[in-house]
């Protein structure tokens, strides 16, 4: 069997993509699999790392600013999609695959649209509870059409009988994963109630802003604290903690880090995430059913993260804080309040775990065989 993979852009498109690869081999180690991505993205250098083959369009994403380089910018753009479905039909009839899934980013769009219209099961996963714009045009053309929030059943108007609910891949991934000793990575005590702090990989300004402010509360907490600054940020962030709070040395309860290899590890031995809100994030913590306080990013598309964050805070599975309300007292208030009430994260850490989806993987591939015997 042979499966065509193709998504891009960020690591929220390309992550579930690996975690479905990776249970299909496991399950099945004659499947061929071709990974089609951009030349710039971030899965060109992330795939390869895999062993997994790998071949690149050029691809860009339209601009929303129609002023006249945004005009002329997305005519150039035009050109590119149109020279891009040509060479897709090239690499589909070179690999000759039985299905092909698109987990979003612009190039999912031409891939998919050109596997479509030469009749192979194509299947499209859309993360987010707002539906991408790749995936709304794609809508009409493929076999089904994945999703990971009930919300973005109304995306898809016109298209509701290709939906079903399989979740995101990483949750799958991740489930299995138990409660560790990875805090004494970071000479934290593992048997001490301790909060995560992190704002994605690039870390977050508005977050790491609001720890340094707020660093003293946490310097005088009687629960540790393990917070991810992004590796840009780090050098000024640990000067800024010194200046304002002491050596980070002198607080054996706090330890700052500019990045984590295996955030899952940490999850499951963490008491709470405090965090955005991106669709992996949300699978991981869920799948792993771990209480959170939810920031979602205001610079994002149609503000999806608020909208995934809500699906959680409004099941009780996490507390949603608004960037704006980061200047308020609200943050330290309801990180203390959960850190020193166990009880209300254990039911927190419930309801996360209602949601979870961790069996997603198995899930789309029951998709995709469906539609391979239909």
């Not at 852009?9 to 993509?17: F, L, N, Q």
């Not at 005009?71 to 000759?96: A, V, W």
């Not at 009430?341 to 997603?360: C, F, I, S, T, Y």
């Amino acid at each position: 069997m042979k499966i065509l993979v193709t998504g891009g852009g960020t690591g929220g498109h390309i992550y579930p993509a690996l975690a479905l690869i990776k249970r299909m081999k496991a399950m099945n180690d004659d499947i061929e699999f071709l990974y089609v991505g951009t030349e710039r993205g971030l899965e060109s250098t992330i795939v390869p790392n895999y062993t997994i083959p790998f071949k690149a369009l050029k691809v860009e994403g339209f601009k929303r600013k129609l002023n006249f380089e945004g005009i002329k910018y997305n005519l150039k753009t035009i050109g590119y999609f149109i020279q891009s479905i040509r060479k897709s039909k090239k690499i589909i009839d070179e690999f000759s695959p039985d299905a092909v899934i698109g987990t979003g980013g612009y190039v999912s769009a031409p891939v998919c649209y050109a596997a479509a219209k030469k009749g192979i099961p194509t299947v499209i996963h859309e993360q987010n509870s707002v539906a991408g714009i790749t995936n709304k045009f794609l809508a009409r053309y493929v076999s089904a059409i994945a999703i990971c929030f009930k919300d973005a059943e109304n995306q898809f108007k016109g298209h509701e009988n290709k939906i079903v609910f399989t979740g995101n891949p990483r949750a799958q991934e991740v489930a299995d994963i138990q409660a560790n000793d990875s805090l004494q990575t970071f000479k934290l005590n593992p048997k001490q109630p301790t909060v995560l702090i992190f704002g994605g990989s690039r870390g977050a300004a508005a977050i790491n802003k609001t720890v340094i402010d707020h660093c003293q509360a946490f310097v005088e907490a009687d629960y540790q604290v393990l917070f991810v600054t992004g590796r840009e940020h780090y050098e000024d962030l640990s000067e800024k903690w010194k200046s304002s709070c002491g050596l980070e040395e002198e607080h054996s309860k706090v330890s700052i880090v500019p990045y984590i290899e295996d955030l899952p590890s940490v999850f499951a031995s963490v008491s709470l995430v405090v965090s955005r809100s991106g669709a992996t994030t949300l699978a991981e913590l869920t799948a792993l059913g771990v209480p959170s306080v939810l920031i979602p990013s205001p610079n994002v598309t149609e503000d999806h993260q608020t909208k995934n964050a809500r699906s959680l805070s409004e099941a009780g599975a996490a507390e949603l804080i608004r960037e704006d309300e980061l200047n308020s007292s609200k943050f330290i208030e309801t990180v203390n309040r959960l850190m020193s009430d166990e009880g209300m994260r254990n039911d927190m850490a419930a309801k996360a775990k209602q949601l979870g989806v961790p069996d997603a993987s198995d899930k789309i591939i029951h998709l995709l065989m469906t539609l391979l015997n239909g």
